[in-house]
């Protein structure tokens, strides 16, 4: 191969939400097990400087990468796929080009010249998108553009495309994702919204290489020949990409496709590396046939869209892969319980975990579910918010301190065991100001976070604005809570335990954010092997 940075774009047609973030996270697995060097990245045509400010109910999850960066949920996918880490430069969005180009003019960096979407904003996305080539440290830079083609907030990016095939020649390639939608009424599969869809990228001057085209039906090779003749797609390029059962599935769908060969071929790449997927496959075969089944209810305000929790639910599907074990997940709505209901809410479980959050509501719900999982020796995991519940359900409980709370939900409470940073008291803008990132946390010899980790020191990501409040250490620790990790830099309460549980930890941290395919993370593998012995 010789030593240029190969550019893979992956464009989106007919419908949104087709799965191009998992397509091209396959094909980076595929490439991966033939032993390249690969990452993704997601341009988002949203004016948002980055989701951190969208509500789940939006956007899903914000993904935080370990330099801080809120980005968008598919970069959970290019890390849990790739077990490769992401960074600030692996998420871009329109907000953010025309923020960068904004200030650019105020400095007079453009020299009096009117500055313009082609060429100063196209100019800047080409730029971010070689990026991470230029690093050196990849050879295959592949990236997903959002939205729709035909959308008007994509037509900048498709432009940035156009230029970028004319300019790197035989170092680029661009997938098109398209949908074949079934009629029941005919029995047959429709080729004419993905002629329509290619035909618009071929207005805005891109010619798509490769066709992936999802399908509820196998695509016959008549249907191929059909599109590769309208599409202008050699008939080995049109792929078919069938609905599969998980996620984890799809990589081994475009194997039997070949369509990590006709990337390489059309790329002029002779690849003598044979594709070892042996871990993923081994992955894969523990996840449909476990020795062992349990519920696990996960408690939060955001439970009708699970995109909300999508790290979490992956992570208990890495995590119980590694135990033989499926996980059934209960999604359990916090405004929904209270002290009366909670015992049947709850029955049947082997273990909860309270969700991460901002904002009021659900929380009662959440404390009542925390007291009764503390207990009734229910295994337990609280993350972020999730282990603030915690903190607050033992001050009122076994301290006694009956007005307990948060300030970010009451600011009037006489016993504010969580408060607000230090850094957080002055903000004027809500955006990218968080505690966020990778923090190191040093951990007690002899408690079961250590047992967990089994080291002293760590790294976990962070995404808030409140924190234990350092003035309740003593009166936690007299009344039997174990403050078992610590930040050392700013005394910062990171984990808590009871020893006298099977388990119960709450986290500031969120640990869901490190767990991928190859990586379990070992809090939650812990945790399900707690929830097992619950069963």
Same mark, same amino acid.
């Given at each position: 191969m010789n030593n240029s940075t190969k550019y893979i774009f992956v464009t989106g047609g007919v419908t949104s939400s087709l799965g191009k973030g998992i397509i091209s996270a396959s094909l980076a697995k595929l490439l991966q097990a033939r032993g390249y060097t690969v990452t993704i990245q997601k341009l988002d045509p949203y004016i948002n400087v980055d989701p951190g400010t969208l509500n789940p109910y939006e956007h899903g999850e914000c993904y935080v990468t370990d330099d801080g960066a809120e980005t968008d949920l598919d970069l959970g996918h290019y890390e849990r796929f790739l077990n490769v880490s992401t960074s600030q430069a692996n998420n871009v969005t329109t907000g953010r080009i025309y923020q960068s180009v904004i200030e650019k003019e105020r400095k007079g960096e453009y020299l009096g010249k009117t500055v313009q979407v082609i060429p100063h904003i196209t100019d800047e996305i080409k730029n971010r998108i070689k990026l991470l080539?230029?690093?050196?440290?990849?050879?295959?830079?592949?990236?997903?553009?959002?939205?729709?083609?035909? !959308?008007?907030?994509?037509? %900048?990016?498709?432009?940035?495309?156009?230029?970028?095939?004319?300019?790197?020649?035989?170092?680029?390639?661009?997938?098109?994702?398209?949908?074949? %939608?079934?009629?029941?009424?005919?029995?047959?599969?429709?080729?004419?919204?993905?002629?329509?869809?290619?035909?618009?990228?071929?207005?805005?001057?891109?010619? %798509? !290489?490769?066709?992936?085209?999802?399908?509820?039906?196998?695509?016959?090779? !008549?249907i191929k020949k059909k599109l590769a003749l309208f599409c202008n797609v050699a008939q080995e390029a049109v792929i078919e990409a069938l609905d599969a059962s998980t996620i984890y599935e799809v990589p081994l769908l475009m194997e039997k496709e070949k369509l990590d060969e006709i990337v390489l071929k059309k790329l002029n790449i002779k690849s003598d590396n044979a594709l070892?997927?042996?871990?993923?496959?081994?992955f894969l075969n523990k996840f449909h046939n476990p020795k062992d089944e349990i519920r696990i209810g996960i408690i939060g305000k955001y439970v009708e869209l699970k995109d909300s929790y999508k790290s979490i639910s992956e992570a208990f599907i890495h995590a119980g892969s590694i135990n033989d074990c499926r996980i059934n997940i209960e999604w359990i709505h916090s405004e929904g319980i209270n002290e009366e209901n909670i015992k049947q809410r709850l029955n049947g479980l082997s273990g909860i975990l309270v969700a991460p959050g901002f904002g009021n509501r659900g929380i009662e719900g959440k404390i009542a579910a925390i007291k009764y999982a503390r207990e009734n020796n229910l295994p337990f995991l609280g993350i972020c918010l999730g282990m603030q519940c915690a903190a607050i359900e033992f001050a009122r409980n076994v301290l006694g301190l009956k007005d307990a709370h948060s300030r970010e939900m009451n600011p009037a409470t006489s016993s504010p065991v969580i408060d607000l940073l230090?850094?957080?008291?002055?903000?004027?803008?809500?955006?990218?100001?968080?505690?966020?990132g990778a923090y190191p946390c040093e951990i007690e010899e002899g408690t079961l976070a250590y047992t967990i980790y089994g080291k002293k020191k760590i790294f976990e990501r962070h995404r808030h604005r409140y924190e234990f409040n350092s003035e309740y250490k003593k009166n936690f620790t007299e009344a039997g809570m174990v403050l078992s990790g610590i930040n050392p830099d700013a005394g910062l309460v990171e984990i808590i335990e009871l020893s006298n549980h099977p388990f119960f930890m709450g986290v500031q941290f969120h640990p869901e954010y490190k767990s991928t395919v190859e990586n379990p993370h070992p809090l939650f593998v812990h945790f399900v092997k707690a929830a097992l012995g619950n069963k």
């Open positions: 080539g230029k690093t050196g440290l990849y050879q295959f830079v592949i990236t997903e553009i959002g939205g729709t083609v035909g !959308d008007i907030e994509s037509l %900048p990016y498709i432009e940035a495309v156009r230029q970028l095939k004319w300019e790197l020649e035989q170092d680029c390639l661009v997938l098109h994702l398209t949908l074949l %939608p079934y009629l029941a009424t005919s029995g047959e599969l429709k080729t004419k919204p993905t002629q329509h869809s290619v035909k618009l990228l071929l207005e805005y001057g891109v010619q %798509p !290489d490769v066709l992936v085209c999802r399908s509820e039906y196998p695509v016959t090779k !008549d070892n997927l042996d871990n993923w496959k081994n230090e850094n957080q008291k002055n903000l004027s803008h809500m955006g990218g100001t968080m505690r966020l």
